[in-house]
């Protein structure tokens, strides 16, 4: 699975008492891979943006953009380029409310598998089960078709994203793996999840197709366990 970090043998999903949900969940033997946008929590895969930029940076982006582009590498053309970049920088996230646009627009693109270490965790029941009126899915690391998950970081402070930062790795060519590093960091409140992530490039451009392709399909044997804990009383269903 994951080459880095050893997955633990079972993950959780915990789910809302709603039909459809459930049947595409357990019947539908499928995982979800949400939009960003949608967590409950605000500051989730949302990090603080800075818009400043070094001279090392800009020269950086200017010659591996004139090498795409064709533009002499001269000062004149440096210096109009960083000037004109900067610029463009600003235009789209220069005022919070811009930035915030801009983000939500980055990232939506993006899809996130949550499943967590933990299936009796009373906070986790509240939030994710609808007060203990829901259930939670055990899955097996061995069984689910998923190449590489990614452990959540539970940090204090909240990470900086920088746009100078995707332009560049966009130039370089792996623009995601920047962006992942943002969705993979939480604060540090809700380390109790003890969360392992999966993302996808969300690449279709109709509702129905996206909507199909955040659905991710898992072998037959990946659900191990169905548990069940309604305020006081806790019921475990086992397959298998």
Same mark, same amino acid.
């Given at each position: 699975m994951n080459d880095k970090i050893d997955l633990p043998e079972y993950l959780y999903k915990y789910i809302e008492p709603k039909v459809e949900k459930i049947t595409n969940y357990i019947e539908g033997n499928s995982l979800w891979a949400a939009d960003p946008n949608s967590f409950n929590d605000p500051f989730d895969c949302f990090p603080c943006i800075d818009v400043s930029i070094t001279k090392e940076k800009s020269a950086e982006i200017f010659n591996l953009r004139s090498k795409k582009e064709n533009i002499i590498q001269n000062r004149k053309n440096r210096r109009r380029f960083v000037t004109n970049f900067q610029k463009e920088i600003k235009k789209d996230w220069g005022s919070d409310l811009k930035k915030s646009i801009s983000w939500k627009n980055t990232i939506e693109k993006i899809g996130v598998v949550c499943l967590s270490e933990v299936f009796f +965790?009373?906070?986790?029941?509240? !939030?994710?089960?609808?007060? !203990?009126?829901?259930?939670?899915?055990?899955?097996? @690391?061995?069984?689910?078709?998923?190449?590489?998950?990614?452990?959540?970081?539970?940090? +204090? +402070?909240?990470? @900086?994203?920088?746009?100078?930062?995707?332009?560049?790795?966009?130039?370089?060519? !792996?623009?995601? +793996?920047?962006l992942k590093e943002f969705f993979r960091k939480k604060a540090a409140n809700w380390s109790y999840e003890k969360e392992w992530r999966y993302f996808i490039e969300i690449k279709k451009k109709t509702k129905e197709d996206i909507k199909k392709e955040r659905v991710i399909k898992l072998n037959k044997n990946s659900i191990k366990g169905i548990f069940f804990w309604r305020k006081s009383e806790q019921r475990t269903y086992r397959k298998g």
């Amino acid at each position: 699975m994951n080459d880095k970090i050893d997955l633990p043998e079972y993950l959780y999903k915990y789910i809302e008492p709603k039909v459809e949900k459930i049947t595409n969940y357990i019947e539908g033997n499928s995982l979800w891979a949400a939009d960003p946008n949608s967590f409950n929590d605000p500051f989730d895969c949302f990090p603080c943006i800075d818009v400043s930029i070094t001279k090392e940076k800009s020269a950086e982006i200017f010659n591996l953009r004139s090498k795409k582009e064709n533009i002499i590498q001269n000062r004149k053309n440096r210096r109009r380029f960083v000037t004109n970049f900067q610029k463009e920088i600003k235009k789209d996230w220069g005022s919070d409310l811009k930035k915030s646009i801009s983000w939500k627009n980055t990232i939506e693109k993006i899809g996130v598998v949550c499943l967590s270490e933990v299936f009796f +965790d009373i906070l986790m029941w509240s !939030h994710y089960a609808s007060n !203990h009126e829901g259930l939670c899915i055990q899955y097996s @690391t061995k069984e689910i078709p998923i190449n590489i998950f990614e452990k959540v970081e539970y940090l +204090d +402070d909240r990470p @900086t994203f920088k746009p100078f930062d995707l332009r560049l790795s966009m130039l370089h060519g !792996h623009h995601r +793996d920047v962006l992942k590093e943002f969705f993979r960091k939480k604060a540090a409140n809700w380390s109790y999840e003890k969360e392992w992530r999966y993302f996808i490039e969300i690449k279709k451009k109709t509702k129905e197709d996206i909507k199909k392709e955040r659905v991710i399909k898992l072998n037959k044997n990946s659900i191990k366990g169905i548990f069940f804990w309604r305020k006081s009383e806790q019921r475990t269903y086992r397959k298998g």
